[in-house]
């Protein structure tokens, strides 16, 4: 049941509004990402949306493919629309559980976000979200 909890972003309206922020900390430092979409997302390898591929992004291996086009999947799928802006230098967070109740539905509960920048306010862009859904 880890990350279960995520699911909140989907059960609960204002669950975005009171938790805009996922905290990471490591040993030595402590990161703050800016949640920007949610969704389910089909969790099998070779789906319309594997959300966990843009780690082995590769200009080299794929010129033609863009951090545009994944964010553009994601916004095409998304519960909600934020005011939290991407660049393509943003250091991302994709966080995902199982969706349904069933170990063998492969569907995923996926939350991304984006390190807040050095200086920047996390809570900017936060605020007027919409919901699809």
């Known amino acids: 049941v880890m990350f279960s909890d995520l699911k909140n972003y989907e059960r609960y309206a204002d669950?975005?509004?009171?938790?805009?922020?996922?905290?990471?900390?490591?040993?030595?430092?402590?990161?703050?990402?800016?949640?920007?979409a949610f969704m389910p997302c089909n969790g099998v390898h070779g789906s319309d949306f594997e959300f966990w591929n843009y780690i082995f992004f590769s200009r080299e291996k794929e010129p033609d493919w863009t951090l545009r086009e994944y964010l553009s999947k994601i916004d095409a799928k998304s519960l909600i629309t934020t005011n939290v802006d991407l660049r393509?230098?943003?250091?991302?967070?994709?966080?995902?559980?199982?969706?349904?109740?069933?170990?063998?539905?492969?569907?995923?509960?996926?939350?991304?976000?984006?390190?807040?920048?050095?200086?920047?306010?996390?809570?900017?862009?936060?605020?007027?979200?919409?919901?699809?859904y």
């Open 88 to 132: 393509e230098d943003d250091k991302y967070l994709a966080l995902s559980t199982c969706y349904g109740g069933d170990t063998s539905d492969p569907t995923r509960f996926v939350v991304l976000a984006r390190m807040v920048r050095p200086g920047e306010d996390p809570y900017e862009g936060t605020t007027g979200s919409v919901r699809r």
């Open 15 to 36: 669950f975005y509004e009171r938790n805009p922020i996922v905290e990471v900390s490591s040993l030595t430092t402590d990161y703050q990402y800016k949640i920007f």
